[in-house]
């Protein structure tokens, strides 16, 4: 990464000024993904002093801004006792300390990387984004939507809402992205099964859900059959589709008895 020009906001307002002034600017989240291509930056627009790094119980629930690292969210208390503490698990074995130190929610969500853990739990959490232009809206519908690269994530929402939750994924070393990530969540009348990893972005799984809603003896197998039968899965240098798929029946009933248990 080279850049010409580097600013460092003290706002969020400030911030989103300097990118209507410099038409193409990158905004640096942790900068760990933007730093590993060759990219040549012109303006860089740093949040690191935009006071977007918090925890932090809001009117409506849990809120994690989004220069909150991986860090934040595996050793603070609040997320910890959040939904089983299932977004801590989702990132406490990412690469290693320095590593979750510098990385964001933010720049996770924005990156829309397939691999992502933190982008599967959240999804099964129900959770929205803020967003400075946008508003707010569900993630789910934020993926959905083209970003605006002149806009700027400012956090996440995540309701307060009594979900039971349980996470897995395999990932050989600490140094790769999963072969395979799903959390499961559960609560009065509602359940989500989000699989990611996959090699694609971690996505919802109707008829798992359908499963573990109709409950009964066996419905957390049940659940990983139907995810492992409904979900696409890809090759990559990590696994084959069909070993996904297997895996894929594995982990999902394995998270289902937790949460059902
Ligand atoms: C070596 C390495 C290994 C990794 N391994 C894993 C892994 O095993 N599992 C896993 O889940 N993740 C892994 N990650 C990904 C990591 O967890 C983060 O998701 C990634 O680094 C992006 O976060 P960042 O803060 O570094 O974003 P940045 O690199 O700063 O930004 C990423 C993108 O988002 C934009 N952006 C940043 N913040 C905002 C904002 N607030 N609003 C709008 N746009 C924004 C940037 O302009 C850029 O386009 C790995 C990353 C690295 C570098």
Redesign the pocket.
């Known amino acids: 990464m080279a850049e010409q020009q580097y600013f460092k906001p003290r706002s969020v307002d400030e911030a989103s000024a300097l990118l209507g002034d410099h038409p193409g600017a ?11 291509g060759s990219r040549k930056i012109t303006t860089a627009v740093d ?1 690191f002093d935009a006071g ?1 790094d918090y925890v932090r119980a809001g009117a409506d629930g849990l809120e994690l801004g ?2 909150a690292t ?1 860090r934040m969210l595996e050793t603070d208390s609040l997320v910890n006792g959040y939904a089983d503490g299932v977004v801590s698990r989702s ?1 406490e074995r ?2 290693g300390v320095q ?1 979750r130190n ?3 929610v ?3 969500l ?2 829309r ?1 397939g ?4 982008i599967t739990a959240l999804l099964a959490l129900d959770a929205e984004v803020a967003l400075h232009r946008a508003g707010r809206m569900p993630l789910e519908r934020f993926f959905t939507t083209k970003p605006d690269p002149g ?4 956090g996440v929402i995540l309701p307060d809402l009594p979900w039971r939750a349980a996470w897995r994924d395999l ?1 050989r070393t600490v ?4 072969v395979l990530n799903t959390a499961v969540a559960v609560r009065e009348g509602q359940a989500r099964v989000v699989v990611g990893a996959r090699p694609g972005r971690g996505v919802r799984c109707a008829e798992a859900e359908a499963a573990l809603l109709a409950g009964g003896e066996g419905a957390a197998d049940k659940a990983g059959r139907a995810a492992a039968a409904e979900l696409e899965f890809g090759d990559d240098v990590r696994a084959s589709a069909a070993y996904r798929r297997e895996l894929c029946g594995t982990l999902v009933a394995r998270a289902a008895r937790e949460v059902l248990s």
């Open positions: 990158v905004i640096i989240g942790g900068g760990a993904y933007v730093r590993l949040l977007l989004a220069m991986f990132v990412i690469v590593m510098i990385t964001t933010g720049g996770t924005y990156g990387y691999f992502s853990n933190l806009d700027i994530l400012t990932t140094n790769d992205y999963a």
